[in-house]
């Protein structure tokens, strides 16, 4: 089975610093992963996802991952915070022909003026 | 606009009264699947669905019930609810399954008394 594992259930950062997110998985086939966002009282919204092209995948709102097979890594990064980024983070992980979206335990970011 | 809507927004219940969240969705997606989100644990599959009159067990599927009698409705059933139950929930939809980008509701709170 998959499963993903975030390090960090809370992350804060001053606001214009940046910002990294960690995510690791666990898949014995090769993975489908994304990141999702949830801003307060909101629902998830998809930021990035990695389904096998590219290793640097570009997301939504200046995010990025870079997916590394040899780590089992899917971090989440930002060149600089906004206080707008204030959110809850969650990776997730899936494969081909699984019906299943597996979430990690979410990270809270915090962005501090 | 393309949404997921969910109803009721917030509901306050008793224990053993049967309950009803519904789910829609104007994508015209074939996969919709039920969440229910607890601090600590992210997010969990209760049910999903494929298509219309095939649904699936997810991860924590008991004490629920679910229905695809359209393509656009997924309604979660409740028919003895408890304590336990008190969550957040969140209805989902895609293309597919896989590799598609899942498409959340704002989310339905539950608090079970």
């Known amino acids: 089975a998959q499963s993903v594992t975030q390090l960090g259930s809370h992350v804060s950062v001053s606001e214009g610093a940046l910002v990294l997110l960690r995510c690791n998985y666990s898949s014995s086939v090769p993975p489908y992963l994304f990141w999702y966002v949830q801003y307060p009282n909101q629902g998830l919204q998809l930021l990035l996802k990695y389904t096998s092209a590219a290793t640097l995948v570009k997301g939504i709102n200046g995010f990025e991952a870079e997916f590394k097979k040899s780590e089992t890594s899917f971090h989440l990064t930002k060149p600089s915070a906004h206080m707008s980024d204030a959110a809850e983070y969650f990776c997730a992980v899936t494969i081909t022909g699984a019906n299943n979206l597996f979430f990690g335990t979410g990270t809270r970011l915090t962005v501090i003026p | 606009e393309a949404q997921v809507t969910q109803n009721p927004r917030y509901l306050i219940t008793v224990t053993g009264k049967k309950l009803t969240v519904t789910c829609s969705q104007n994508?015209?997606?074939?996969?919709m699947s039920w969440y229910r989100q607890d601090p600590g644990l992210g997010l969990r599959q209760i049910y999903y669905?494929?298509?219309?009159?095939?649904?699936d067990k997810g991860d924590v599927p008991e004490g629920y019930k679910v229905s695809r009698k359209e393509k656009r409705n997924f309604p979660l059933i409740l028919e003895s609810p408890s304590p336990n139950q008190t969550s957040l929930y969140f209805c989902?939809?895609?293309?597919?399954?896989?590799?598609?980008?899942?498409?959340f509701g704002p989310g339905t709170r539950l608090l079970v008394l």
């Open positions: 669905s494929m298509n219309v009159e095939v649904t």
């Open positions: 994508m015209n997606h074939e996969y």
């Open positions: 989902a939809s895609s293309y597919n399954s896989g590799q598609e980008t899942q498409y």
